[in-house]
Nanobody, 116 residues
Framework: QVQLVESGGGLVQAGGSLRLSCVAS????????MGWHRQIPGKQRAWVAG???????SYVDSVKGRFTISRDNAKNTVYLQMNSLKPEDTGVYFC??????????WGQGTQVTVSS
């Protein structure tokens, strides 16, 4: 089992920044990749960013150039640095981990609200 705990959400003005953190515990050696999804009000949960075991990163087009996903292996932590935030970024952000044998794990979510 893998447990994921997110933190760092909050209320910011448009153009501001937040850094989300996701701490993994349990069977962390089984994790192949981690990422972030968000659920915007009135819409379905959607993928935002991912980082592979080799360090490669990828992003949805709407956040490219503004968001950066990174990891600290010593702390079993993945981060999402969010800059130049827009009201359209408002939503609940979820940490996700993919492990072997098609196993997937999710955190509880953290609220991000961007005011205009």
């Amino acid at each position: 089992q893998v447990q994921l705990v997110e933190s760092g959400g909050g209320l910011v003005q448009a153009g501001g920044s937040l850094r989300l953190s996701c701490v993994a515990s349990g069977s962390v050696s089984t994790i192949n990749a981690m990422g972030w999804h968000r659920q915007i009000p009135g819409k379905q949960r959607a993928w935002v960013a991912g980082i592979g075991s080799g360090g490669s990163t990828s992003y949805v087009d709407s956040v490219k150039g503004r968001f950066t996903i990174s990891r600290d292996n010593a702390k079993n932590t993945v981060y999402l640095q969010m800059n130049s935030l827009k009201p359209e970024d408002t939503g609940v952000y979820f940490c996700n981990a993919n492990a072997g044998s098609m196993q997937a794990y999710w955190g509880q979510g953290t609220q991000v609200t961007v005011s205009s």
